[in-house]
């Protein structure tokens, strides 16, 4: 299976299985599935490419946590909240890890992309921003709008929103790239 497909997989399986469980069973059982799924998809991420990965980790972490605590006080604020701490956490590891010289945003990128440390900057300020944004939206629309509405912004709108800023960025990192000698052969 081709690794970009497989990554897809493991990063969007849980939030599809969330969906799906909702839609047949409600949000208990979601919140039961997209926990399962998401222990899994870091169990499979370590399996395909014998490491593992600080954002699947981090948030499977944070899935755990929060849907147990939906189950277990029967309360479903819990897993509402989940985008938000999530959202939460990774603004404040880009931010704060900016504030102490640590640009944490190059563990994501990898070795894709090659910028000058000022424009590792930029992006991980814009990214820490979105993080905050989406943090943001996430709690109006839990707090506004029906359950409902929230499965379906958590689901389609979050991914969307998250795909349209980071098709957004590709100009920047087009522009600044620094591109080897032996990538110019």
């Known amino acids: 299976m081709n690794p970009q497909v497989r990554r897809s997989l ?6 599809v299985l969330f969906f799906v469980a909702y839609r047949l069973f409600g949000l208990y059982a979601a919140t039961a599935t997209v926990m399962v799924a998401a222990v899994a998809a870091v169990i499979l991420g370590y399996v395909f490419d014998k490491k593992l990965h600080p954002v699947p980790l981090a948030t499977a972490v944070i899935v755990v946590i929060f849907g147990g605590l939906t189950l277990y006080l029967n309360d479903k604020m819990f897993i509402k909240i989940k985008p938000t701490m999530i959202y939460g956490l990774f603004a404040a590891t880009l931010l704060g890890g900016l504030a102490f010289n640590r640009l944490f945003i190059k563990y994501i990128f990898g070795t894709a992309v090659t910028l000058a440390e000022n424009h590792w900057r930029a992006l991980t300020l814009r990214f820490g921003g979105f993080c ?11 707090r506004n709008f029906s359950e409902n509405v929230w499965v379906y912004f958590h689901t389609f709108g979050a991914i969307g929103l998250t795909l349209l800023f980071s098709f957004s960025q590709v100009p920047f990192l087009l522009k ?3 591109v080897s000698e032996t990538k110019k052969e």
């Not at 493991?10 to 939030?15: E, M, R």
């Open 10 to 15: 493991v990063d969007f399986g849980p939030l």
């Open 132 to 142: 905050i944004v989406m943090a943001l939206i996430n709690e109006l629309i839990w």
């Open 176 to 178: 600044h790239q620094i």
